[in-house]
């Protein structure tokens, strides 16, 4: 294995039981690539997007990967008149994760975080291990005793 990602050690320091999964980060691209990958369900792989609001403030939010964010919805969850994407060039300094490889764990700094509802249907969910070609996988308890977040229904429907 390579070496260990900012997210991981954060996952160990704080003992934090968890799986990783690594794959040729040049065959997929797409998170439906990546759960399909990975053998997994796409509904339980979690992308992670970057939001900047109205008020300049930053928010974090997890989905599945096959779905769209609802940026209206986004918005409501943070208690925002309105969210947009954070362009990609912005999100390596913002965060210190690239495009395709952004963890909600191990930022530059904390971001207010909102995970889909959905999450709440499987005993754990996979997202992004902070480098292109890495996943891991843990539980919403675990999760939580590495960032803070809410769930939210944020997704299109």
């Known amino acids: 294995m390579e070496a260990k990602t900012n997210a991981m050690r954060i996952l160990d320091k704080l003992k934090v039981s968890y ?21 997994e369900n796409p509904a339980q792989v979690f992308k992670t997007l ?16 096959l779905s769209e964010l609802d940026l209206k919805k986004a918005a409501a969850a943070v208690k925002e008149k309105s969210v947009e994407m954070l362009k990609s060039k912005e999100l390596l ?10 963890s909600p764990v191990g930022m530059k700094k904390f971001f207010t975080t909102t995970i889909d509802s959905s999450a709440q249907n499987f005993a754990s ?11 891991v996988e843990t539980s919403l308890e675990d999760l939580s005793k590495v960032i803070s977040f809410s769930l939210a229904d944020i997704v299109e429907k």
Do not use: N, W
């Open 125 to 135: 969910i996979i997202f992004s291990g902070g480098r292109r070609g890495l996943q």
């Open 93 to 102: 300094p913002l965060t210190g994760y690239v495009h395709g490889g952004c």
């Open 19 to 39: 799986k990783h999964y690594q794959y040729d980060a040049d065959k997929a691209v797409s998170g439906a690539e990546v759960a399909a990958i990975l053998g």
């Open 50 to 65: 970057v939001t900047v609001a109205k008020s300049k403030k930053y928010y974090v939010f997890m989905l599945p990967v």
